[in-house]
């Protein structure tokens, strides 16, 4: 079962939402994946909750392990990281191409076998295997962060270790050390360096995990404000008349108005129209470097 950055619960409880009102549990979980795909287009990085820890028990190889206490649904987790943590293959992290009920199919290739000390957590994190133009230089910055791993590196044919070139998480910054295969990034032609990484933000910050809430919050309650016709409100007449009459839309506005503009003023702090509590927060409550430094 995937997780989200937040629940269908946590959004109704953000907008005062009925148990049972007009907009399915259902609807509202699409309604949190259309927002977390809108935060990681404003951020530029994937945003990763753990999934699944085990242990493998099986399918031992630098491409596949097993863990028979599971049972994944076919395919759940194609383009999820699979990442181990401890025992064979300690530290590394692998992009996963194909899943079975119990089997986990990925690329690239540890640098070792799986076996059965090897612990693995499956993350929703970003893999990039891509061909950029070199810098002339002894230093480049990737093109997502934060970096989490540099799995391998190509300047001009010749194969660079990874671990001879400083890497510099938050800001995706590699330089190559003096005992590095090449001496700079190669641009007589474009096109020179082969690179493959994992990006990504774990845990999910708070603030992060708050903003999913207030996207999916307004996209809820303006699903609700076209189904206002059919959800009605008691109400009482001079004369001693009662009736109903359908939702308000202006109190549906005002909630919607707010979330807004708690949205915005943590993404972009006073440079926002609208933004909630703006003497309190002058800045984004959430600055990754590769958009503020």
Known sequence: MVNHYCTAAEVKAAINYPTTGPVTDANILVNIGYAEEEIENIYKTK??????????DGDYSTTTLSDSGESFTANEYIGYVVWIYGGAGSGEYSEITANTTTKLTFSPA???ATDATSTYRILKLGYKSETVDGTGNKTM???YQPLINLNSLTVDSTSVTPSTVYQYNAS???ELSTSAEVSYFANNLPQLIDLKYFYGVY???QIIKRLCICIAGV???TAQIAGTYDDFTSVSLPGGFTGSKGEPYTNIQASLNFLQGEARGIVYGTQSTGQVSGDMRTQPSYRPFALFG
């Open 219 to 221: 996209r809820t309650l």
């Open 172 to 174: 995706g910054r590699l």
């Open 141 to 143: 910055f990737l093109n």
């Open 47 to 56: 945003f990763g909750n753990i999934e699944i820890t085990g242990t493998a």
């Open 110 to 112: 540890l640098s070792v």
């Open 203 to 205: 845990p999910i910050p």
